[in-house]
C-alpha cells in the first residue's frame, strides 16, 4: 500500500467551485508535509508546507490545508477555483526516521472549466 | 525559475543506447536528487546525493546509475535503455542546514524509449 495517499485521482469541477482534495499518509512519528503544484508542461512547484505550529496552514495563489494529526491527513483546499488552477496536485511527507526523504502521493488531476 | 536547470528537456532513444541526463543547480545546495514521474504513481526517487562524495539508492534505483561531478552537478544514467524506462524525470535539491527537506524542482527531461 502507499504511504502517501491522495483518494482522488482526478477531479474536475467549475470556476468559482470550492476544492477540496484529500491526503493520508501511514507513518507515525514527526513528519513534515507539503502540497506541490505541477501546471500543464511545468515543473513542480511548492504550494505550501507544515512543520509544527498552527496546522492550519496557508499557502499561495490562496490555498490552505489542515493538518490533522489524529487522523493523519492533510487535506488541500480553496474556496473558490479558477481556469488557471488547473494542475495536477502532489502531496508529500517527510520524516526524520526516514532520512527526511520525501515521498509523494500519486497526484490528483485537477481539471477547472471556464 | 532557473535554479535548477535539466538538459536535454525532451529525448527519443532507442533500446539498448546509453543516455545521459544532466543536472545543474546555482542554489548552493548540498542535497541533489533524481525523480522519475509516471502517471498515476507521482514521483519515485531513484537517487539521491547528500553532498559530492555521497550516492545513495532511492526506491526505483535499477536500471540507473548517477555522478556527482561537482556540488551543484548531478547527472543521471541510463547504461541500456529499456521501454519502461520512458517516463518525465525530475532533479531536485535542497538544503541541509534547514533540516526539513523543502526541495525545490528542475524542469524535467522527457524521455522516450523506443
Known amino acids: 500500500a502507499q504511504s502517501v495517499s491522495q483518494h482522488n485521482h482526478h477531479v474536475i469541477l467549475s470556476e468559482a467551485a470550492s476544492l477540496e482534495l484529500g491526503c493520508n499518509y501511514s507513518y507515525g512519528g514527526t513528519v513534515n508535509l507539503f502540497w506541490y503544484v505541477q501546471y500543464p508542461g511545468q515543473h513542480l512547484q511548492l504550494l505550501l508546507k507544515y512543520f509544527s505550529g498552527d496546522p492550519l496552514v496557508k499557502g499561495i495563489k490562496g490555498f490552505e490545508a489542515e493538518f490533522i494529526k489524529s487522523k493523519f491527513s492533510f487535506n488541500l483546499r480553496k474556496p473558490s477555483v479558477q481556469w488557471s488552477d488547473t494542475a495536477e496536485y502532489f502531496c508529500a511527507v517527510t520524516r526524520k526516521a526516514a532520512g527526511n526523504k520525501l515521498t509523494f502521493g500519486g497526484g490528483t488531476r485537477v481539471l477547472v472549466k471556464p | 525559475d532557473a535554479d535548477v536547470t535539466q538538459t536535454p528537456r525532451n529525448r527519443i532513444t532507442k533500446t539498448g543506447k546509453r543516455i545521459m541526463l544532466e543536472c545543474s543547480q546555482t542554489k548552493g545546495h548540498d542535497r541533489m536528487y533524481w525523480y522519475r514521474q509516471d502517471p498515476g504513481l507521482g514521483l519515485q526517487l531513484i537517487y539521491y546525493s547528500f553532498d559530492v562524495k555521497d550516492i545513495n539508492k532511492g526506491e526505483i534505483s535499477d536500471g540507473y546509475s548517477v555522478s556527482r561531478q561537482a556540488q551543484a552537478k548531478f547527472s543521471l544514467s541510463l547504461e541500456s535503455a529499456i521501454p519502461n524506462q520512458t517516463a518525465l524525470y525530475f532533479c531536485?535539491?535542497?538544503?541541509?542546514?534547514?533540516?526539513?527537506?523543502?526541495?525545490?524542482f528542475g524542469p524535467g527531461t522527457r524521455l522516450t524509449v523506443l
Open positions: 531536485a535539491t535542497s538544503d541541509a542546514g534547514t533540516g526539513i527537506n523543502e526541495q525545490f
